[in-house]
């Protein structure tokens, strides 16, 4: 009988110790499968948009008289690069040609232009660094290489423009600056995710302004002061509901009450941050109650049975202890805010913004908006400063991260 004991309990034995592998390596390739499918998706995003951090320049002399530089105001700088361009090509006389050649050289050269000549500037001949059209910039970068029309958009005569000033070492990639310090444009070479930089630090600056004391103050008072009766029930729940409703209905409600009702202006990072506190509220009130709840009721009962008055010991020992969890819930939510597109594209931030915004009342975009307006376009310069975007959007998740387990670890205390 004893052996046959054995003998089952040893069966179990196997048995458990078999399901255990089974689950072990079903987690493994849970894992592995997840961690691929990131990593792929992370390498087409990288592949497409590094590229987008260079830009292609182009080298032209600009002939500057002393009248010109005694009257700059009076300088036609759109002129002074195409005479530039075509002391490049003297041999072009067909205005067709003239035409196909000016075409190299992008629209905001002449704005760049403007910005570096100054009444100091000496007369005479400039070597200018003019930037190049975001068609001779995807030639320049590889672009259509293997595909069937391997001069991309470029006419056959421009690509032979192209292949002479880069046989004679006047085409050049530099860093470009354009896309951290410029705005929105219709050219893509001149394009910029600064606007929608400022817009997303507005938004979420208001954001944490609002979301962090009215989510933490209402978590101490649901914890620690409410009385337990079905009112407060019916809070809780639908407090728990609301983290769970899709964000666009976020957009909805703020586009009814913030621009309809109170009248607030479209397209302002002060609404944009009113609904995206609405969104946020409830990650933070769930988040820091759990961190509250998680301190051990040892030390609250210590602190009141010292003499301690209950919201005294809320402040001294209850909110110190729970608050790098509630830290860490509030840059949860911030993260999750930061993502968001749709409820901000219900309050009218999807419109066409050119200039970087000044205030909380400037019309503005986010990145996530940007992002969406770019990949929208079919101009391939576009698609691949959408992957560049994107590549800032998630550096800056990354940091709100970090940030999260840096104030953690500084605000933890042992007991």
């Known amino acids: 009988m004893s052996r046959d004991l054995k003998t089952l309990v040893s069966q179990g034995l196997k048995s458990r110790y078999r399901n255990e592998r089974i689950m072990r390596s079903l987690g493994v390739t849970a894992l592995l499968f997840a961690s691929g499918f990131l990593l792929l998706i992370l390498s087409i995003i990288f592949s497409q948009g590094y590229r987008a ?6 080298e032209i002399p600009i002939e500057l008289s002393t009248a010109d530089i005694e009257d700059i105001s009076s300088i036609n700088f759109q002129n002074k690069i195409r005479d ?35 009444s100091e500037t000496p007369p005479g001949t400039i070597n200018f660094i003019a930037l190049a059209s975001s068609d001779v910039d ?30 004679r070492n006047l085409i050049s990639r530099q860093i470009n600056t354009n896309l951290f310090l410029k705005g929105d444009s219709s050219y893509p070479e001149m394009a910029g995710v600064m606007g929608a930089i400022m817009g997303s630090v ?6 944490l302004f609002l979301s962090f004391p009215i989510g933490a103050a209402t978590a101490i008072y649901l914890e620690e002061f409410a009385p337990k009766n079905r009112f407060t029930d019916f809070i809780e729940v639908n407090i728990n509901n609301l983290a769970a409703v899709p964000s666009v209905i976020f957009g909805l409600l703020g586009l009814a009450m913030f621009i309809n009702f109170f009248g607030f202006p479209r397209s302002a990072p002060i609404v944009g941050g009113f609904v995206l506190t609405l969104m946020t509220l409830p990650i933070v009130i769930i988040a820091s109650r759990a961190a509250i709840t998680s ?3 040892s030390i609250k009962e210590a602190a009141l049975g010292l003499g301690a008055s209950k919201l005294k010991m809320v402040v001294d020992h209850v909110i110190p202890l729970a608050l790098p969890g509630m830290l860490t819930g509030t840059i949860i939510g911030m993260a999750r805010a ?10 009218g931030m999807v419109a066409f913004i050119t200039e970087i ?45 970090l940030i999260a387990v840096i104030l953690r670890k500084k605000f933890e205390k042992k007991w």
Request: proline content about 7%.
């Open 53 to 58: 951090f260079t830009q292609t320049y182009i």
């Open 84 to 118: 530039g361009l075509r002391e490049l090509f003297p041999e072009l006389q067909a205005r067709a040609e003239l035409a196909d050649l000016f075409r190299l050289a992008s629209r905001g050269a002449s704005i760049d232009l403007e910005r570096d000549i100054s």
């Open 138 to 167: 995807m030639i320049n970068k590889g672009y259509f290489v293997d595909s069937e029309s391997p001069r991309g958009r470029l006419s056959e005569q421009q690509y032979e423009y192209f292949q002479s000033l880069t046989d």
């Open 202 to 207: 507005f938004v979420l600056g208001i954001t």
């Open 295 to 297: 301190v051990p009721p």
């Open 338 to 347: 930061l993502g968001e597109s749709a409820p901000l594209l219900m309050i």
């Open 357 to 401: 915004p000044q205030t909380i009342f400037s019309p503005s975009t986010t990145l996530p908006i940007q992002i969406f307006l770019w990949a929208d376009s079919p101009d391939r310069g576009f698609s691949e400063r959408t992957s560049a975007a994107i590549i800032i959007l998630l550096v800056f998740l990354i940091l709100m991260n």
